[in-house]
């Protein structure tokens, strides 16, 4: 029996079929893709997890071992890195930062905080420890004052001993400093408080064998200026006259830096001066001034 031929489709046919696929890639392309929430930025839920490891280096700025940082091999030699202030903007690693000034006191904002600075914490990455936590700056977390007044009383007069205190409170097996001097004349009422401290973390060590102080040689706290009765201030002296050098080589840079823009200054006013009084000896239109 002979098959029967294939009926073609009649032209309506095809133009239907054509406008319900294009009907379809529309559809398909009208649908909304869904997007990824952006991962948002979420400080620890609790302070015992800023600890990572079982060594800490509580760190400043001062210049006389400022140097010595264990980086970029800190995450090889069991080190947490903690900083405060500005320092997490100048430093290539920093695992927790210490910023102990209320935001709403007017001199935060207006005499040593700079915009950029406080832009950098919002933008942090990393736990920064202050007075509480501030909505616009995520990764803040509260520092446990009051866990650390019961546990150490209140002798706390600036960032450094709050810091070697929640150390301490951490357990970590070993507390290294790293440019801490309490040298600078601010921070001379202040040495007090953080030697107190240091003495509680020999006195732990001597008697429950942690936590470790490590303390560079070049390092000014915990000295005097000599042995009362058996040595003279010499070293002492040599350290000190290293740091006045270094402020003083800073002094002459600033200097010579501002002494370089005052003479960019003066040319460009004698150019534009110049330039005036061309444009009136040869432009001005003849009657007019």
Not at 53 to 58: A, E, L, P
Not at 95 to 104: G, L, Q, T, W, Y
Not at 183 to 206: N, T, Y
Request: hydrophobic share 40%; net charge positive.
């Amino acid at each position: 029996m002979a098959e029967k031929p294939k009926e073609e489709p009649n032209e309506a046919e095809v133009a239907a079929k054509r406008a319900i696929g294009k009907d379809k890639q529309l559809q398909k392309k009208q649908e909304p893709k869904e997007v990824k929430k952006k991962e948002e930025k979420k400080a620890p839920s609790s302070i015992l997890t800023i600890k990572q490891r079982d060594k800490v280096v509580v760190g400043g700025f001062s210049p006389t071992t400022k140097h010595l940082y264990p980086y970029p091999d800190a995450k090889a030699d069991g080190y947490d890195i903690w900083g405060c202030n500005e320092l997490g903007m100048q430093s290539p690693r920093m695992d927790v930062m210490f910023e102990i000034h209320d935001m709403a006191f007017p001199e935060f904002v207006n005499s040593f905080r700079n915009k950029a600075y406080i832009d950098w914490m919002k933008a942090a990455t990393i736990p920064i420890l202050m007075v509480k936590h501030y909505e616009d700056i995520p990764m803040s977390i509260p520092y446990p004052v009051n866990q650390i007044l019961q546990e150490f009383g209140g002798f706390f007069n600036n960032t450094i001993s709050f810091m070697l205190a929640l150390a301490i409170h951490l357990k970590y097996k070993e507390i290294q400093l790293i440019g801490i001097d309490m040298s600078h004349p601010s921070e001379w009422d202040q040495r007090a408080s953080v030697c107190m401290l240091l003495g509680q973390i020999v006195g732990m060590f001597k008697t429950q064998g942690w936590p470790k102080l490590v303390i560079p040689p070049e390092a000014l706290i915990l000295k005097c200026p000599y042995l009362y009765g058996f040595q003279n201030a010499t070293p002492m002296k040599v350290a000190l006259d290293q740091t006045i050098a270094y402020y003083q080589g800073q002094a002459n840079t600033y200097a010579a830096q501002m002494g370089q823009m005052k003479a960019a200054y003066d040319a460009a006013i004698g150019m534009s001066q110049g330039t005036e009084q061309f444009v009136r000896q040869h432009f001005t239109i003849p009657g007019k001034r």
